[in-house]
């Protein structure tokens, strides 16, 4: 078969239809993984001694497992309790529950480094805790946090390839599937390797534009910018 | 449903996925060192063209999913390259530890980087060579500040090592499979495969930790990463 043809009619149609997946897959995921990520660092920072070991205990668990594992689980586990996803539902909770516990640890990072004393002037001007956590200290924490954030965020990009582990046909499966029909393994896995690659970029570069957008004159950025 | 004497029974077989799982961390952080201190030289002292190849390395090896580099390595270039026959254990342990070389040796860098520029010039004003100062003045005091960001690099390939079940290594989530499979009890063997990540995640680290201890110089902070 004419190299071009194959490309061309076979290959490129398939990876955007399973790049069409992975970017629903992201977009999924990645708001709901941010606000997950943001009330376990707030409970673990500020909630209650119970909220708080459970916020410690939700991420020393995520953190200690596979997220391969973590999906077989939520796909082939869940079933035998009677709880059943569909593949691509269950990629989405695992993708959050990972993202959410590693968006945390770097948020909480960002929550310390906020000095205390701005939560003792916030309730002394007549704030509750609450006024406070949410007007002053996470509008600074969070940007502080977003070198980590987008870190995590292409970590999310290039994991949501495990989905296809349980069966999802993303950017990763729909190669897969090119490759092994038209036994053209290194070509297609390159292309798919080059789509991964061009979208991790373009996400390296957004971040660096919004990190100036978002920042306050006069504050000083704690973290060097993101890599990779 | 009891599920210790059936894990009792599939002892033999979960250790030898567990040997297997440390071992394919072990050769990728062992080959991680190894590619990337030189890599990571490279890039802080080396001539432009060698900074631009460590630079696209890492770009491509940190851009790329682990599964995506394994299928391609696996089904692709290593059989290219009349390299079929190896194992899919060597592969995996191949393909971690070169996408481990990539982030170690940024790692690595920035250790190196934070080693004040002054110890090479004082160093050299005493009539080291350039070498000579790199091994005992350089790097001495760059790898102990690059051990606790190196040590966070074990939780990460550990993890990573349970992608190689898509190749075939038949490495601890191969066997939780074939056990859930067989046994046709899920849960319970999931989350005790979980049970011992945890614990070899952990346990790795804290093993990690101490040695940042004992190797730590007193009155030498290497808090700076």
Redesign the interface.
Known sequence: MDQAVFFFEILLPALMQGLVVTLQLIACSAPFGLALGVAVAVGRQYGNPVVSWLCKTYVFLIKGTPLLLLLFILYFGLPSIGITFTAFVASVVGFILCNGAYNAEYIRGALISIKEGQMVAAQALGMTRWQAIRNVILPQALRRAIPGLSNEFIYLIKYSSLAYMITVIELSGAGKLVATKYFTYTESFAAVGIVYLVLVSITTIAVTILEKRVAVPGTVRATPSAQL | MDILPILIDWLPYLLSGIASTLGLVLAALGLGVLLGLPMALGQVYGARPVRWVVGIY???F????????L??FW???F??LGLGELSAFIVGAVVLGLRGAAYQS?IFRGAIQSVGEGQMIAARSLGMSRLTAIRSVILPQAMRIALPGWSNEY?NI??????C??IGVVEL?TI??RM?TQTHI??PI??A??GI??VL??GGLKLLHRLEKRIAIPGFGTGAM
Do not use: E, H, K
């Open positions: 890492v770009w491509f940190r851009g790329l999913p682990i599964l995506v580099l299928f391609l089904f692709g270039i059989p290219a940024q939780p550990l993890t990573d090592s349970a992608v079940y898509a989530l939780t499979s859930v899920t849960m999931y989350l495969a979980a990540f945890i995640n952990y």
